[in-house]
């Protein structure tokens, strides 16, 4: 008895829990900087540790170190409680996932719904707190970063229940499971699908086609303007959280997530997969510049739920007609 | 759900907040205290550059053209749920609630085009 609560204690805060998990997205967000940094002629952090790895990581402890500015304005209790809630939610959803083995360290049926949940709280929280900041910049980025979510919640939750419809189960470790057993990967029996929700993922994520809450040319930071300090840092290690957040959901539903393949143990060729995931995310940042609200709201209901709802129903005829 | 899975769940996130909070905390204590003078010299007013901001009564966005939307976004939350619990259900009632939503963006589409 005292055993197994001494390895979940260790599951939880070591490996693959907290400290692992914090580490590895500082490390994917070094990846990403890198390989934007590149696509762009640039060199992108050089310094700091071996080619700049170090770079997320002293960003943070800069970050930390600055003086934390609260505007008169500001709801103070949203204000404080944004930044915490943000980093906590993200991290409770990362133990949904498998990585160690093929099981993850909390999986219940059902996960997957729940693991949506919480992707809309992290939007939700966002609203709060740009409301909270009370700035006309920060409550602009709020409203859009809401409107935002009317428009790609939608595709993400139907072409997320193709994967569980197939393997009729709604956990993820259940689907990862499925996936090794068969020797199959769901991206081949649903592309359409894996495209679906890796464009709705780039919109979670607020990154560049998306990144309509925190356009700076625009509304200087969007949401995140009036924050600074140590506030600011816990933020920018939630956005890294989220990075890894949703390179293993793709990971997990899509491409197998973490299985046994040869001598390779799972946490291996989980990492391979994710950051596989990561290098197309961030080549398509690169790529592309930012949409209009409007097109991005309407452009989803017209193009992605249609082919959201076309492979839900090919699914429904293929795997159980 | 079971019991287990609960109790983990809940130390999960309580263990992922006081990691936030002792963060919060360490950074409290390694940063410099903001002082009186400081506020007098107006670091706590909005971001602006020293020009007065828009005044945030004014920010009002438009967000009744995006209401149709909204309203879609209630409906298909169901939808998608719906379908997310439908495996034991027989295909072709899927395929007909699939279509049937289908009929419902084109007319969207359609009337917002």
Known sequence: ?321 | MNCEASILLLSAFVLSFALALSLYTIGGRISPRSREEKRRAGKTIPYACGEEPPPIKETRINCERFFIFAVFFMIFDVFAFMVAISYSAPAYLSVLYSLIAMMAVTLLIVRKA
């Open chain 1, 1 to 321: 008895m005292m055993q197994n609560v001494l390895l979940m204690a260790f599951q939880l805060l070591i490996f693959p829990g907290l400290v692992f998990l914090i580490l590895l997205a500082f490390i994917f967000e070094w990846i990403d900087r890198k390989v934007v940094a590149r696509i762009q002629s640039r060199y992108g952090p050089l310094y700091t540790g071996a080619s700049g790895i170090l770079q997320p990581l002293a960003d943070f402890i800069k970050l930390l170190s600055k003086e934390d500015l609260t505007p008169e304005s500001a709801d103070k209790l949203i204000f404080t409680l944004t930044p915490l809630l943000s980093l906590s939610l993200v991290l409770t959803a990362l133990f949904l996932f498998p990585m160690a083995s093929s099981h993850a360290i909390i999986n219940f049926e059902g996960d997957l719904i729940f693991l949506m949940f919480i992707l809309t709280l992290t939007v939700l929280n966002v609203a709060l707190a740009g409301y909270g900041s009370a700035s006309s910049y920060s409550v602009i980025g709020g409203v859009r970063s809401a409107l935002q979510l009317i428009g790609y919640e939608i595709p993400l939750a139907i072409s997320l229940v193709g994967p569980s419809l197939s393997v009729g189960s709604l956990s993820i470790s259940k689907i990862v499971e499925w996936q090794a057993s068969k020797g199959l990967w769901m991206i081949l029996l649903q592309p359409l699908g894996f495209a679906v929700s890796m464009i709705c993922l780039l919109a979670e994520l607020e990154m560049i086609p998306f990144d309509i809450p925190e356009a700076e040319t625009e509304i200087v930071a969007g949401w995140m303007t009036e924050f600074s300090g140590r506030k600011l840092a816990l933020f920018r290690v939630s956005k890294d959280l989220k990075m890894l957040l949703t390179t293993a959901l793709l990971a997990s539903l899509y491409l197998g997530g973490a299985q046994q393949l040869g001598l390779a143990p799972p946490i291996i060729v989980f990492l391979a997969k994710t950051i596989s995931m990561l290098l197309l995310m961030s080549l398509l940042r690169a790529l592309f510049a930012r949409f209009r609200i409007d097109q991005l709201v309407s452009g989803m209901w017209k193009y992605l739920i249609p082919l959201a709802i076309l492979q839900v129903m090919l699914v429904c005829l293929g795997a159980r007609g």
